[in-house]
């Protein structure tokens, strides 16, 4: 019997997790392929979801078990995190798994392909800005919107219980960005304080939110019309806007823009910019471009023609406009999607399809507020919505990723025991 082709997938993200399944269903389940998912956590969580696990009000019954997943959609889990790239011996190279503890629970390994795809997403560029990487909070990864949400709870627990609230000082949290991270953490976060305080743990939130961006103007994704908008509805609940201010050092205390200005804060989240891992710059002589994205052509195939690149760790020429395709969840999905009918015509001896980026549009979140954005499409060209109809179509969004993983009767059983979980269970994670 003629030895089965590997497939190998890097990442375990929206592109990664969906492709993984969409290949077990057409090749794995039929013997035709052996395909395995490597990523360096053991669950998924969909990544504009990030803000609200910093948050705490996200359900944990929206995380997926990778293994369960692998099961039921016929490849293979196999947690670690890439370290190398042999592509002579074609070849990946895995490090070794350890505990909290330093201790090594599974060695270093090596998985052998005849196709690699490369999805491992993106994590926050600090430009080299003295102390970021020291003193800011991120949301790149699950882990660290987890250690957000302890750090978020373990302040607030000590900067207001047991103290008087008309003395005390207000808990200062500042977001370095205003795309559409920092704007919906943002809203979250102010949502978060007011049910803290209907729980009955402070008289008042008293919590100061301040939102610093370099350019002049919010969520530089949307049009200008949106963009205020969010502006004033973001300035209604008393968030303290700071645009036109680059940030040149954070300290323990706060921060510093350019202007010489230093703004306090007790809690500092980097969410200004995005770059794929540095590691990725020395993979075995891929081409990368300056932010560290794996360079792909139309079809998704790097400078290797058994290694590809999807999401946004891959730089892909946008067709017609001036720039690749844009790091977000739906260019995830439609790459994911293309290279699933690539490497099935691979295996076939068929050609590669080629990659052609449609933009839906740009949604925003303000959480239980509001929800802006704009939708493109051929038919009505673009159009501004808002409020109950935008809140429906980000919904949307999130409910095809679930339908690719999960298909749709999975999905809407999950849809309807999360309606259920939600008038039980606290609205914000406490612990």
Not at 217 to 229: C, D, V
Not at 275 to 303: C, F, M, R, Y
Not at 358 to 366: A, C, E, M, P, T
């Amino acid at each position: 019997m003629a030895e089965k082709h590997n497939i190998v997938i890097v990442g375990g993200g929206a592109a990664g997790l969906e492709l993984a399944t969409s290949l077990g269903r057409k090749l794995g389940k039929q013997g035709l392929a052996d395909i395995t998912l490597i990523n360096a956590t053991a669950t998924h969580i969909w990544k504009p979801l990030l803000h609200e696990v910093a948050a705490g009000t996200l359900d944990e019954s929206e995380q997926v078990e990778y293994l369960a997943q692998a099961y039921r959609s016929h490849f293979r889990f196999r947690l670690g995190k890439m370290e190398g790239l042999n592509r002579a011996k074609k070849e990946v190279t895995v490090s070794p798994t350890l505990n909290d503890n330093g201790e090594e629970l599974i060695p270093q390994r090596t998985f052998s392909y005849d196709t690699l795809v490369m999805a491992v997403g993106s994590v926050s560029n600090t430009f080299n800005i003295k102390g970021v990487a020291e003193h800011c909070l991120f949301l790149d990864t699950t882990s660290q919107a987890f250690k957000f949400q302890k750090h978020l709870f373990e302040s607030y627990i000590k900067n207001y219980i047991g103290k008087d609230s008309a003395t005390v000082k207000p808990l200062s949290i500042a977001i370095i960005g205003a795309g559409a991270t920092g704007v919906e953490l943002a809203a979250q976060l102010h949502e978060v304080t007011t049910v803290l305080t209907m729980y009955g743990l402070n008289e008042t939130s008293n919590v100061k939110l301040t939102i610093i961006e370099a350019a002049t103007q919010l969520l530089p994704a949307l049009p200008i019309k949106l963009a205020t908008a969010t502006q004033q509805q973001l300035v209604s609940l008393g968030v303290d806007l700071r645009m036109g201010r680059r940030v040149t050092e954070i300290t323990r205390e706060g921060i510093t823009t350019h202007d010489g200005e230093f703004l306090e804060a007790d809690i500092k989240v980097w969410a200004a910019g995005i770059k794929a891992p540095d590691w990725l710059k020395e993979l075995d002589g891929l081409d990368t471009n300056h932010i560290n994205q794996l360079v792909v052509d139309n079809t998704l195939k790097t400078s290797d023609d058994n290694i590809f690149a999807m999401g946004d760790c891959a730089a892909c020429v946008w067709e017609g406009h001036n720039g690749n395709v844009p790091p977000r969840a739906q260019s995830a999905h439609q790459q994911a999607s293309t290279l699933a009918k690539s490497i099935v015509n691979r295996l076939k001896g068929g050609q590669l399809v080629k990659f052609t980026y449609r933009d839906y549009g740009s949604l925003v979140s303000l959480g239980k507020y509001t929800t802006v954005g704009n939708l493109m499409g051929s038919l009505m060209g673009t159009v501004s919505i808002g409020g109950f109809i935008a809140k429906i179509v980000y919904l949307s969004l999130y409910k095809m990723h679930q339908i690719a993983i999960h298909g749709y009767f999975r999905t809407a059983m999950l849809t309807l025991s999360n309606a259920f979980r939600r008038s039980v269970y606290q609205k914000i994670k406490m612990h």
